[in-house]
């Protein structure tokens, strides 16, 4: 059963902690992403890795980082330096082309206490 | 920088009406849009993919259609059911194959 799944469903964190998030796939797509939804808000873009060993940063990358070590794993660490991290976090992969369709995970919701 | 608009922010309609969601975008140079629905608390279900060269696409009860000179998106639903109630987001695909989203229009369909 092909897909994207994500872990925790629900993590909480204290201030000043790192904590991190698991994407992984199994539809052998190249490409791989983070996204953040805020309340009333699109999807922003976090990071986004195109190849194993690459990525790039995307729109609201300050506090994030990221690492691409296998094709179907890219893990997303929210640092002590992200001022704002409670958010809901959706992970998507797709083939990599411009051309081609993204498919979601069922999200983290990621809550500061 | 790529903006992307959607209206109505939100929508309710009985049972039955057929409806039609608007996306616009500021910069005409995509290659793709794709239209999601998200249900309270879920990941995002692509709904339809519209490639910049086509003009359409359908999917059952669904057709999203692109003027890509004008900007614009449309995502017509036929006959709504109770079971359409989510949200539905617009996102344009730029150069380096990611999306810029819209802040979605969250549809209500009652009995």
């Known amino acids: 059963d092909g897909g994207i799944t994500q872990s925790p469903k629900y993590l909480f964190r204290k201030e000043g902690q790192n904590v991190t998030l698991s994407c992984e796939q199994n539809?052998?797509?190249?490409?791989m992403y983070w996204y953040r939804q805020d309340p009333g808000q699109g999807l922003r873009l976090i990071y986004y890795s195109q190849i194993v060993n690459d990525f790039q940063k995307g729109d609201i990358a300050e506090g994030y980082s990221v690492s691409r070590e296998k094709k179907e794993s890219f893990p997303l660490t929210v640092t002590s330096a992200q001022k704002n991290p409670t958010a809901f976090y959706l992970c998507?992969?797709?083939?990599?082309?411009?051309?081609?369709?993204?498919?979601f995970g069922p999200g983290t919701r990621l809550t500061v206490l | 920088k790529q903006e992307v608009t959607q209206i109505p922010a939100a929508l309710s309609v009985p049972e039955g009406e057929n409806l039609v969601l608007n996306c616009s975008f500021t910069d005409s140079a995509i290659y793709n849009l794709q239209w999601f629905r998200q249900d309270p608390g879920k990941g995002l279900t692509s709904l339809l993919l519209i490639q910049s060269s086509q003009r359409e696409q359908t999917s059952g009860r669904l057709n999203a259609s692109l003027d890509k000179s004008s900007g614009r998106s449309t995502l017509y639903i036929a006959a709504s059911q109770p079971g359409d109630s989510a949200t539905y987001l617009c996102a344009v695909g730029g150069m380096y194959s990611t999306l810029t989203f819209g802040k979605g229009t969250m549809l209500l369909v009652s009995p």
């Open positions: 539809l052998n797509h190249d490409a």
């Open positions: 998507a992969s797709s083939m990599g082309g411009r051309m081609d369709e993204q498919f």
